[in-house]
């Protein structure tokens, strides 16, 4: 089959020109090169763990909101995404741009602090209040936990 090397559309035995964008097909196509990373971009840092994929769907939403750009990774609820590996217990990891890091656990917070959940609890190990364990900053000080 061949293959317009310019949108990579493929196209039946005998067309000899992408009718897009007018260029000449190939019989193959190069591999797509490896995305090169933008410079000053921030890296995907996790900002939380939420124990269920519908309150996690609720935070992205209330981050998006905030202007925070949120990604997903764990269970969801409209099903698995392809390349998404569940996470113990159904829960959800989420992941914001580390320069925003602060300002969405905050916002996390706010919002898990509304919620009503029976969860496991840990203790924090900087002021050794007992929370919740997909707490990744402590609500009474503030002292970041760590995750495995």
């Known amino acids: 089959m061949p293959f317009c090397p310019n949108c990579r559309s493929e196209y039946i035995q005998g067309i000899e020109t992408c009718a897009d964008c007018g260029e000449r097909l190939v019989a193959e196509l190069e591999p797509l090169s490896a995305a090169e990373p933008i410079e000053g971009a921030d890296s995907l840092v996790l900002a939380s763990i939420i124990p269920s994929p519908m309150w996690a769907n609720m935070v992205k939403d209330i981050l998006d909101q905030e202007g925070i750009f949120c990604a997903l990774q764990g269970a969801h609820t409209a099903g698995q995404l392809a390349g998404m590996a569940a996470i113990a217990d159904g829960q959800v990891r989420v992941l914001v741009p580390e320069s925003k890091v602060r300002e969405a656990k905050e916002i996390i917070n706010d ?26 900053v402590c609500p009474k000080c503030g002292g970041d936990i760590e995750i495995d």
């Open 111 to 136: 919002f898990l602090n509304g919620m009503d959940m029976e969860t496991r609890r840990i203790e924090c190990p900087h002021c050794g209040q007992s929370i919740e364990d997909y707490r990744i």
